[in-house]
Each structure stands twice: as C-alpha cells, then as structure tokens.
C-alpha cells in the first residue's frame, strides 16, 4: 500500500492492521513479520504479530554462580530448570564467581564486606557504612514498637517533663520582681 500526499507519493506508508489503515509519515516495520505499521500498532503485542517469538531472548539467572544465561527464540521448548541444568552440567558453573552482597540502598553499588557492613538497629537491614544513619536508607521505623526499652524511656522523658511542669505551679519562668530589680543601671556622668 502506498502512501504519502499528491505532492510527495512515496512518502510515508499506511498501517498494514485491517481496523486502521492510517497514514503514518513514519511508519514502524516490524522485525518479525516485516509489515509496517503506524506508532499505536508497532508493538508485536498490538498488532498480534503470528512470529512475535522469532528473535525474543530471555535470560536466566544461574543461583549458584550468579551467571546469567541468555537465551534466543529458537529455544522455545526448553523451560528454566533444563536450561540451569545443562549449564550446570557444562562445567562453567563455578561458585567461586558468586557475586557478593551489595547495599541495598538505591544506586548504591557498595560490596559488602566485614568490615564495611552495618546492621541498623531499627530495620535490622545490612547496609554499607555511608548508609548506615537511619535517614540514609529510608528506614522503616515501625520496628520501634518491637522494641519495649525504647518505649519506656519516651515514656520517662515525658514524665519528667510532666514533673518540671507541676513543679512550675503555673508560675511564670521567671519572678517578675526579680528581673526588674536585677536590671542594670545606668550610672549618672556629669559634665564638667
């Protein structure tokens, strides 16, 4: 199908979907059934492409040596396990090339080691030291409620408070007769 304007034929191409046929000026082909389409309809999923699985890949991560294995449209029939499986059997599988344990922190690539690893106390998660303050990881802090000393010392600082306030009587802070009296005076200068 042709497209384009009277002025300029060959430019653009209508969208090969029977329901839309819309002249698009740049139009998509897709890579597995090679018809052309408009912008809304590119995706294999929207025009419901038959070959949609021809050049699909999709990766599987080995546990035990964190390797990924990268897999091609033409293993359809094989499922995750008999691809672990075989590449376990091949001998590249080494669990000396474990990766080690990051910070969870985000876009934090920081390895952690012993001695740069810290618990927090409040989420319990283990991350590196530059993260190791409660408002450097987004700790959740509803964790307090687990532990019952942290609520107990809220409660004596609150009763301390309550006992200076009682103390107080509802005077004022300070005696007004007092800070009159104790203000400084100007000594007189005499000209002479």
Not at 57 to 62: A, L, T, Y
Not at 65 to 70: Q, T, V
Not at 77 to 97: F, M, N, T, V, Y
């Amino acid at each position: 199908m042709g497209g384009g304007t009277e002025a300029f034929p060959d430019l653009g191409s209508h969208c090969q979907l029977s329901d839309c046929h819309q002249l698009d000026f740049l139009p998509f082909t897709c890579h597995a059934c090679q018809k052309v389409f408009c912008l809304k309809h590119r995706s294999c999923k929207s025009h419901e492409c038959p070959n949609s699985d021809h050049n699909s890949r999709k990766v599987v991560v080995c546990k035990i040596c964190s390797m990924s294995i990268e897999t091609t449209g033409g293993c359809q029939g094989e499922d995750d396990k008999a691809i672990l499986r075989k590449h376990q059997q091949s001998g590249d599988c080494d669990p000396k090339k474990k990766k080690k344990p990051t910070c969870p922190v985000k876009r934090c690539k920081e390895i952690l080691t012993f001695s740069n690893t810290s618990t927090c106390k409040t989420c319990r998660i283990q991350v590196c030291l530059k993260h190791r303050f409660p408002a450097d990881h987004a700790c959740k802090r509803n964790s307090s409620s687990s532990q019952p000393w942290v609520k107990d010392l809220r409660e004596a600082n609150n009763n301390k408070f309550l006992t200076a306030l009682v103390a107080r009587s509802g005077n004022d802070c300070g005696n007004k007769n007092l800070a009159s009296s104790s203000r400084p005076t100007n000594p007189s200068v005499k000209a002479c």
